[in-house]
């Protein structure tokens, strides 16, 4: 067993030593009560409370919300908030500027990895979940490491699976939830099916999902081969998931789980746009010979405790998850070279990220004279191994051909890394005057460590210079909010809360390029990026009419970035890499700050409106320059209405031109103002229990425009290929039994 595991595993005996104890006290404290205690479902869909229940700072999704806006897959989640976007270039979520792995996601509590090989284009991991398995979703904004470790410092998304208990309602021996549907955008159709069953206190949910598609569709109107291309390539995906359940409940409180999850998505991709001209005249691969597969799979085992006591033992909750999880990224391309070297040419590209983990997670609330404080605290921990390797065939002379000085292949860009991270935390709301004024500090520990191991495929890299050191550091995030009860239905709040990043293992260890070429290399030196983030705004109303505002500030130091550096400051011999050397680097200082509001109203006689607002201004403040990561500013208006048995919802999105970028003088990354309507409908018959009918019109007006977060920082592939698809259509229909 390595050092690291070793550390590892003794920090976490220990810290479960502790929480064995006192779990095992409550335990034995409900056991000696001479009252039966009635069975009930430890969560209930959308409404956790406690441990789980949503802050100040959180909005909710429930399954309802998403299926009434049709959000689908991670594509849609734009339309839950006018501040959450989707970065489709790098398949991660934006958060007030922030995406790939600066935005956190959790899966039932289980961190999902963002990969990126650095080099070749294999990045992402938030696609690997499928939104039928949801139950809810939460959006947590803003910078706050002190609950959710490393990577919460634009914000959080966490999902949570459906349960058992969720489909069996009423008391309930069985129940069964169907979903189909079709969406013009990529000409996919979707069949989603879910079925749960109690047997005494045994609890079993089995869930499986096939979606089938084609490329997403754009406004592009330049076909054939080759860069001037503008339609998107053609392309063909599959996608199945399975989900499963168990979970048995024990007098007094207690739930005990086991869940099976796997996810596969495979796109076969027609690059065209890579291929030579028709005629093969120019270009560096024969038309039309150029496939690519992209290949994403996500797989988990996990056991799970649960505990929802009655007040009166030594923790009021508590939830514990023991998990194995393994993300798997990866393209395969296929062409025939018509420039030397000639012939058959084959890449397969690949990252793999398995963790091994424990959350727990205990609440308790005492009372301390006329306060009460309400204490939450946990550990959450993971071992991880990260591997990357670029395997393939071509024609090459062998390895010291100069004409293929820029081909790499069958080798790896950085070492098997192996990992462990460590993290504490504690917070303790109290409550004063009557709970109407809550103070909440939290303070949070995290520790990293990443060991580099021998990889043969990582000393065929023609850039090999002996293998990099072990990078490690630790970190306290504290954090501090306020919370008052101005009026009925009226909060006002305040926090201020440090967040922190650890390196990347590509950040820290890529080695991509070769001698009398270029070099593109990682810096074990990197130090962890951190934040300060301040927040202030108000919630009001119900259901009926209420609202929200928020301004935030938030000020990151060590922020990584790639940019070119020179021989000596990448420690190389000077023209060893005569056209270039790039490396990790921390930026000094980076300020994200911006504001958010939304508002909503339900008139007595079935008509609603609402609307929201989201801006958001970043710049790196050394450099004097914005970050192409803030989306421009961007507003939503909606009017529905809704009887007993049917409704229609009609809703208009604005967004403002974006023209702060990186780089002023180029037009790239700069994208025009739009404005788009949508209208949706749903059916639920009365002759036909549980049947929900839902069909939405998008883009009516089939407008021209681009999502400024899918645009690359730079490329050769003309601006009109990220154009966004103009009218579209999706229906759906939900049976549930």
């Known amino acids: 067993m390595s050092d690291i595991s070793k550390r590892f595993w003794l920090s976490c005996a220990a810290i479960g030593a502790l929480n064995a104890s006192l779990l095992g006290s409550a335990h034995a404290q409900d056991g000696d009560k001479q009252d039966a205690i009635q069975l009930k479902p430890i969560v209930v869909e959308g409404q956790e409370k406690g441990i789980n229940a949503p802050t100040v700072l959180t909005e909710r999704?429930?399954?309802?919300?998403?299926?009434?806006?049709?959000?689908?897959?991670?594509?849609?989640?734009?339309?839950?908030?006018?501040?959450?976007?989707?970065?489709?270039?790098?398949?991660?979520?934006?958060?007030?500027?922030?995406?790939?792995?600066?935005v956190l996601t959790t899966v039932d509590g289980i961190r999902i990895p963002w990969l990126d090989d650095g080099a070749r284009g294999v990045q992402g991991g938030i696609s690997t979940i499928d939104f039928d398995t949801l139950s809810t979703l939460d959006i947590i904004r803003g910078a706050d490491s002190s609950l959710f470790g490393s990577g919460a410092l634009g914000g959080v998304i966490s999902l949570r699976t459906l349960n058992p208990e969720d489909l069996l309602t009423e008391g309930r021996n069985w129940g069964s939830l169907t979903k189909g549907s079709y969406d013009s955008a990529d000409r996919s159709w979707n069949i989603n099916q879910a079925f749960a069953a109690r047997a005494n206190d045994t609890y079993i949910l089995l869930q499986g999902g096939y979606r089938a598609g084609h490329e997403r569709e754009n406004m592009g109107d330049i076909g054939g081969f080759g860069v001037t291309r503008t339609e998107k390539n053609p392309a063909e995906y599959d996608q199945n998931n399975l989900l499963f359940k168990i979970h048995q409940h024990v007098d007094g409180g207690h739930r005990f789980g086991f869940t099976a999850e796997r996810f596969d998505l495979d796109r076969d991709i027609h690059k065209l746009d890579a291929s030579s001209n028709a005629t093969g005249t120019s270009g560096?691969?024969?038309?039309?010979?150029?496939?690519?597969?992209?290949?994403?799979?996500?797989?988990?085992?996990?056991?799970?405790?649960?505990?929802?006591?009655?007040?009166?033992?030594?923790?009021?909750?508590?939830?514990?998850?023991?998990?194995?999880?393994?993300?798997?990224?990866?393209?395969?391309?296929?062409?025939?070279?018509?420039?030397?070297?000639?012939?058959?040419?084959?890449?397969?590209n690949t990252i793999e990220e398995t963790d091994v983990g424990i959350n727990a997670i205990g609440l308790k609330a005492i009372e301390l004279g006329a306060y009460t404080h309400t204490f939450k605290f946990g550990v959450d921990g993971y071992l991880s191994t990260v591997k990357q390797q670029a395997l393939g065939e071509d024609n090459c002379n062998g390895p010291n051909d100069p004409r293929c000085a820029f081909l790499h292949t069958n080798q790896a860009e950085m070492p098997e890394v192996e990992g462990g991270t460590l993290g504490l935390f504690v917070e303790d709301q109290i409550a004063l005057y009557d709970g109407r004024l809550r103070v909440t500090p939290g303070l949070r520990f995290d520790w990293?460590?990443?060991?580099?191991?021998?990889?043969?495929?990582?000393?065929?890299?023609?850039?090999?210079?002996?293998?990099?050191?072990?990078?490690?550091?630790?970190?306290?995030?504290?954090?501090?909010?306020?919370?008052?009860?101005?009026?009925?239905?009226?909060?006002?709040?305040?926090?201020?809360?440090?967040?922190?990043?650890?390196?990347?293992?590509?950040?820290?260890?890529?080695?991509?390029?070769?001698?009398?070429?270029?070099?593109?290399?990682?810096?074990?030196?990197?130090?962890?990026?951190?934040?300060?983030?301040?927040?202030?705004?108000?919630?009001?109303?119900?259901?009926?009419?209420?609202?929200?505002?928020?301004?935030?500030?938030?000020?990151?130091?060590?922020?990584?970035?790639n940019v070119s550096v020179s021989a000596a400051e990448a420690g190389v011999p000077p023209g060893m890499f005569p056209m270039g050397i790039t490396r990790y680097v921390n930026r000094a200082h980076v300020q994200i700050y911006g504001a958010e509001a939304k508002a909503h109203y339900a008139f007595p006689n079935g008509w609603k409106t609402w609307g929201g607002l989201a801006f958001a201004v970043g710049k790196d403040t050394d450099e004097d320059v914005y970050l192409n990561s803030v989306p421009a500013l961007k507003g939503v208006v909606g009017l529905g209405y809704a009887a007993e048995t049917w409704g229609t919802d009609f809703m208009m999105t604005a967004v403002a031109a974006r023209n702060k970028v990186e780089n002023p003088d180029s037009d790239y990354n700069k994208t025009p103002g739009y404005t788009l309507f949508d209208v949706t409908g749903w059916w639920e018959p009365e002759q036909f229990k549980g049947l929900r009918i839902q069909a939405g019109i998008y883009n009516i007006f089939d407008k021209k425009y681009w999502n400024a977060l899918d645009i690359p920082d730079s490329g050769t592939v003309p601006k009109d290929y990220y154009t966004e698809p103009g009218r579209t259509f999706k229906i759906s229909m939900t049976q549930r039994f």
Do not use: C, H
């Not at 049709?70 to 995406?99: A, C, E, F, K, W």
């Not at 395969?332 to 030397?340: E, G, Q």
């Open 448 to 561: 990293y460590e990443r060991n580099p191991q021998e990889t043969p495929l990582y000393e065929e890299n023609p850039s090999f210079r002996g293998y990099p050191a072990d990078s490690s550091d630790s970190r306290f995030s504290p954090k501090l909010r306020a919370e008052w009860d101005a009026a009925e239905n009226v909060v006002l709040y305040a926090q201020w809360a440090q967040a922190f990043r650890a390196p990347s293992s590509t950040e820290l260890y890529m080695t991509y390029g070769g001698p009398g070429t270029y070099l593109n290399i990682g810096n074990p030196d990197l130090k962890p990026e951190t934040s300060n983030g301040f927040d202030i705004g108000a919630k009001f109303g119900d259901d009926q009419f209420g609202g929200s505002l928020s301004i935030y500030n938030n000020y990151y130091r060590n922020f990584i970035d």
């Open 284 to 348: 560096t691969y024969l038309p039309g010979t150029f496939w690519e597969t992209e290949t994403r799979k996500r797989e988990r085992l996990s056991v799970n405790y649960d505990y929802d006591g009655s007040g009166d033992a030594w923790l009021d909750q508590a939830s514990v998850i023991l998990y194995w999880q393994r993300l798997t990224e990866g393209d395969d391309s296929r062409a025939i070279r018509r420039t030397y070297p000639v012939g058959n040419y084959r890449r397969d």
């Open 61 to 102: 999704e429930t399954a309802r919300d998403l299926q009434e806006r049709q959000v689908d897959r991670i594509d849609d989640i734009g339309r839950l908030d006018p501040g959450i976007n989707y970065n489709r270039t790098s398949d991660s979520i934006n958060i007030r500027g922030l995406d790939d792995n600066r």
